[in-house]
């Protein structure tokens, strides 16, 4: 074991942790009950990056890694592989999939970049479909826009971003028709055509979806708090008054972010 090297001695630390005398906690694990944990420290880095705190998203990454340890300790105990042959098969990925870095091809820009690599994945994974490949488990808008990014990969996708504003505007017609007839039902899929067709719009704009969101539901609680903050001073709860009084602390919050 490198003994030395600060990566080497996480995983020796894993292995003790893992082993006859090590951590009752550690030795329950099973990768079922770790699969919150990696949600969690993925979004927890997201959370540091927002933040701008580079000590934070020291830490916050280390966990993150922690949980890439951690399932690799457990394949090696069943006999599966190891960490070494984790970074072995990155390593040789990385090189397969960049072949205008260390091979011979030649990229104009960035786009062709990812029209290469993704020729290159569904080689190597015999992809039936250009679709292919995008986890089923992500978030519903990152899912939408990975979707609608590979799509555009091989030419199916709108040419001008006027075309989209106008199919953000058609499924919103659809959706208020359907809440005007009561059609729950179509309502569902007409929100859903909506929603995917903002994505698009985002996409269009270089805006990350899945980010924007994010951001919106953090000042929505950060101004939410400060209603709290403000009736707690005064011994009340929102449930104590009056939606103007809310508004009125509301707009206050909105101001104070202006400041």
Not at 35 to 62: F, N, W
Not at 75 to 92: H, M, N, P, T
Not at 177 to 199: P, Q, S, T
Request: net charge negative; glycine share 6%; with cysteine.
């Amino acid at each position: 074991m490198k003994e030395r090297d600060p990566f080497w001695r996480v995983v020796e630390i894993m292995e003790i942790l893992r082993g006859e005398g090590g951590c009752p906690w550690d030795r329950e694990q099973t990768r079922e009950s770790l699969k919150p944990y990696l949600v969690e420290e993925t979004y927890e880095v997201l959370e540091a990056i927002d933040q701008g705190d580079p000590e934070k998203l020291k830490e916050e990454l280390g966990d993150l890694l922690l949980q890439v340890v951690f399932h690799a300790q457990l394949a090696k105990e069943s006999g599966e592989f190891d960490i070494s042959q984790v970074l072995k098969a990155l390593a040789e990925k990385l090189i397969r999939r960049h072949p205008h870095v260390f091979g011979e091809a030649r990229v104009k820009d960035s786009q062709e970049v990812l029209e290469n690599w993704e020729v290159i994945k569904g080689r190597e994974k015999n992809h039936r479909s250009t679709l292919s490949g995008v986890p089923p488990h992500l978030p519903a808008l990152l899912q939408a826009l990975r979707i609608q990014e590979k799509a555009a990969r091989v030419g199916f996708d709108w040419s001008r971003v006027e075309e989209v504003w106008e199919k953000v505007r058609e499924e919103w017609r659809e959706f208020e028709g359907a809440y005007e007839r009561g059609d729950r039902e179509a309502m569902v899929w007409e929100l859903g055509d909506l929603l995917f067709a903002l994505v698009n719009l985002a996409r269009f704009l270089g805006i990350d979806p899945e980010d924007a969101l994010r951001r919106c539901n953090k000042r929505f609680m950060d101004r939410f708090s400060h209603i709290e903050e403000r009736l707690r001073a005064q011994g009340l709860t929102p449930q104590e008054v009056d939606l103007e009084t809310l508004d009125r602390y509301w707009e206050d919050a909105k101001r104070r972010e202006d400041i």
